[in-house]
């Protein structure tokens, strides 16, 4: 009998946590629906905040891997004198390294000079691209936070026009309600902004770490050129 009743207590238990789960978590989509309207351009900010960290984050990590293997294949095929075959490994292979050395290998017998013109503006493009949609992230992490507080005012402004209305006799419990409602956008645009801005750092790290990395392939393609047995076959070719 008592482990029956033990049982029956636990049960209990168990569905008055999940029921109140359940509660919780219909009260908060309630809550935030009841944010006003400008919860919508909010939730369409925090879901281009997904899409960019995604796919920002996956070419960052395609294009950071396998460098150093790169350099060391091309290095081999530059030191047997290979050009050709280097244009076809950097055609074969995409990632900005490739493609910013494959423009200073179609230059070979061209002076230096010609070389490093060439690597630079192809390092520019392939720069411009890993920035792509960052400013998205920049843009977000400072317009979140004034909807928010925009939806915050006009909220406030319906309240108070709401007391004026009622000629001061406004119930105390309905202010607040009204008040703590028009809090709610300012506290998304708040997460939002945080979120973006975060991110926006993150994101901005890792690419000039591969901006970095970059910049020393380059220098160690040029090194590679200025060498006597490079330079030698780059000027009988």
Not at 90 to 102: E, M, S, W
Request: aromatic share 6%; proline share 3%; net charge neutral.
């Amino acid at each position: 009998m008592l482990y029956l009743l033990q049982t029956m207590s636990v049960d209990s238990m168990n569905t008055s946590v999940q029921a109140l789960s359940d509660t919780d978590s219909l009260n908060m989509l309630e809550l935030l629906m009841q944010g006003g309207i400008l919860m919508l351009p909010l939730f369409i900010m925090s879901l281009l905040v997904m899409y960019v960290v995604v796919e920002r984050y996956a070419v960052l990590a395609k294009a950071t891997a396998g460098v150093e293997s790169f350099l060391q294949h091309i290095r081999a095929m530059l030191t047997a004198r290979d050009k050709n075959g280097a244009v076809q490994y950097c055609d074969q292979v995409d990632k900005p390294i490739a493609r910013i050395l494959k423009q200073g290998i179609r230059k070979l017998g061209r002076p230096i000079a010609d070389i490093e013109s060439a690597i630079l503006n192809a390092g520019k493009k392939e720069i411009f691209i890993l920035e792509k949609r960052m400013n998205w992230l920049a843009t977000i992490a400072g317009v979140a936070p004034l909807v928010g507080f925009l939806g915050t005012v006009t909220g406030m402004i319906d309240a108070f026009r709401e007391i004026q209305n009622l000629q001061g006799n406004a119930n105390p419990s309905a202010l607040a309600g009204g008040i703590w409602e028009a809090l709610i956008t300012t506290a998304v645009g708040l997460v939002v902004g945080i979120i973006a801005y975060a991110f926006y750092n993150f994101l901005l790290a890792k690419i000039n770490r591969m901006v970095h990395e970059l910049e020393n392939a380059s220098a160690e393609f040029i090194d590679l050129l200025q060498s006597p047995s490079k330079s030698s076959s780059a000027k009988s070719e």
